[in-house]
């Protein structure tokens, strides 16, 4: 996985493990398929060697156990195929593909502005300041920006409204203590 937050923020819940249900249910599948295979003649190896390698063609993963949220409906309608099943059957297999990374950022983009207002003296402030980022640095506005580029712009914000409240609390701080005219002693 990635080490930069901007493609860890895209890739998002694909990239989790599945869950230990999600797991015995592609296991079971998996066991289907090879039976059906050895009945056909079709797999003449150990279900171990056979489901690496079926596993492999699925999603170029070799453990149940290192297959993502992203590729589980691959993996589950591969081997329902094998097992000579429609994969429409199963609400998982025929699920229909995640919400356009882009989009997705667009509105984290949007709620984080919402969250950080204050920093930037109102919602329009911190979305002026979002689209500006945008422009500046991308060249581009919020709805043509790439996934990775509106996380970017995301992270920018946070930091900067953390800047912000950050210097405000310093200010506040040093002028309470120059009351005495900065002596101490």
């Known amino acids: 996985m990635s080490a930069d937050p901007a493609e860890r923020a895209v ?26 295979q050895q009945r056909c003649g079709l797999a003449d190896e150990p279900f171990d060697v056979w489901r690496h390698a079926a596993l492999h063609d699925a999603c ?11 590729e589980y409906g691959r993996a589950l309608a591969y081997m329902l195929n094998l097992a ?10 025929a699920k229909a593909p995640a919400a356009d990374e882009a989009s997705r950022a ?13 920093a930037f003296g109102g919602l329009t402030g911190a979305t002026a ?12 506005d919020r709805y043509l920006a790439t996934a990775k580029q509106l996380w970017q712009v995301l992270f920018t914000v946070r930091n900067r409204a953390k800047a912000k409240r950050s210097k405000t609390a310093q200010d506040a701080s040093g002028a309470s203590g120059q009351a005495d005219g900065g002596k101490s002693g």
Do not use: M, P
């Open 60 to 70: 170029g993963r070799q453990s149940f156990r290192a297959v993502t949220q992203g």
């Open 84 to 93: 000579g099943k429609k994969a429409a059957t199963r609400k998982a297999a």
């Open 129 to 140: 300041y979002a689209d500006a980022l945008l422009e500046h640095i991308h060249k581009t």
């Open 11 to 36: 890739q998002g819940q694909a990239a989790q493990v599945l869950n230990k249900a999600q797991v015995r249910d592609l296991i079971l599948a998996a066991q289907t398929a090879w039976r059906v």
């Open 106 to 118: 667009r509105w984290a983009l949007e709620r984080e502005c919402q969250k950080l207002a204050a």
